[in-house]
């Protein structure tokens, strides 16, 4: 991950920090574009694209943790988006 400074952990000041909405987020897209390699696996592929897409849009991904110390916080929907333009 980038240094980004966006999202800084409350407690320790740390910026490695990650949101787990974003790491499952990336799971089900990985499961779902290999279940669409195969023909029979394709219905199964959409369904794990569509949770993916639906982690992504849940409010779940406000929720991140400080991979330092552990604390756990939460950020708000502005500081979100601008943490995605950030690591992308
Ligand atoms: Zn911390």
Not at 7 to 28: E, P, R
């Amino acid at each position: 991950m980038k240094g980004q400074t966006i999202v800084t952990c409350s407690q320790c000041g740390g910026n490695k920090v990650k949101s787990s909405a974003i790491g499952l987020f990336q799971f089900c897209m990985s499961v779902g574009i290999l279940f669409c390699i195969t023909i029979i696996g394709i219905p199964f592929g959409i369904v794990f694209i569509i949770s993916a897409f639906i982690v992504r849009k849940s409010k779940a991904r406000l929720k991140f943790r400080c991979i330092e110390c552990k604390h756990d916080f939460k950020i708000t929907e502005p500081t979100y988006n601008d943490y995605i333009k950030a690591i992308s």
